[in-house]
T-cell receptor
């Protein structure tokens, strides 16, 4: 069975500091996808990244970067030079493609990030 | 960019009443999903729908729940007799396999009183 663990329940940092959100996953499949979503106070789920299990390259998008390490089953997310607008709950998620491409998402419990001005 | 539209954004209903949550997924997507998020908790899978039938459902999705795609456009989640513990944010999503992916709607907040 698939499982996603986000051990950090809440993190607070001062604006402009860097912050890393941890995500550890469990799966028996060799083909899977990892995701990060942002949930601002308004409640919607904002897609940040989707990474397949065969692509271990780190990715950078502006102030965001992701570190995927299969050896430790981790997919960590770093925000550089944090801003108040980054305050939100961040969810890591995992999907395992099934028949005909069905991909149910399993979410972690989320990390509430607060950026202090 | 195509969107998934959910209506209403917030619904209040009395315990025991039936409620229908509506979603308009992206038209060329193949899979449609409902997820639920109880306040302050994680997002949980409810059901997936493909080719006009349920392809997978979770333990949460009991006989009180049903889904339909009656007209090839709308995708609905019906809760037959709501309970207090059904209060949650319900997200609809539509999906097309790689290289595309998931698109979530903005959610319907259901409050059962």
């Amino acid at each position: 069975a698939q499982k996603v663990t986000q051990a950090q329940t809440e993190i607070s940092v001062v604006e402009k500091e860097d912050v890393t959100l941890d995500c550890v996953y469990e799966t028996r499949d060799t083909t899977y996808y990892l995701f990060w979503y942002k949930q601002p106070p308004s409640g919607e789920l904002v897609f940040l990244i989707r990474r397949n299990s065969f692509d271990e390259q780190n990715e950078i998008s502006g102030r965001y970067s992701w570190n995927f390490q299969k050896s430790t089953s981790s997919f960590n997310f770093t925000i550089t030079a944090s801003q108040v607008v980054d305050s939100a709950v961040y969810f890591c998620a995992l999907s395992e493609p099934k028949d005909f491409g069905n991909e149910k998402l399993t979410f972690g419990t989320g990390t509430r990030l607060t950026i202090i001005p | 960019e195509p969107e998934v539209t959910q209506t209403p954004s917030h619904q209040v209903t009395q315990m025991g009443q039936e409620v229908i949550l509506r979603c308009v997924p992206i038209s060329n997507h193949l899979y449609f999903y409902w997820y639920r998020q109880i306040l302050g908790q994680k997002v949980e899978f409810l059901v997936s729908f493909y080719n006009n039938e349920i392809s997978e459902k979770s333990e949460i999705f009991d006989d009180q729940f049903s889904v339909e795609r009656p007209d090839g456009s709308n995708f609905t989640l019906k809760i037959r007799s709501t309970k207090l513990e059904d209060s949650a944010m319900y997200f609809c999503a539509s999906f097309l396999p790689a290289p595309y992916g998931y698109t979530f709607g903005s959610g319907t907040r259901l409050t059962v009183v």
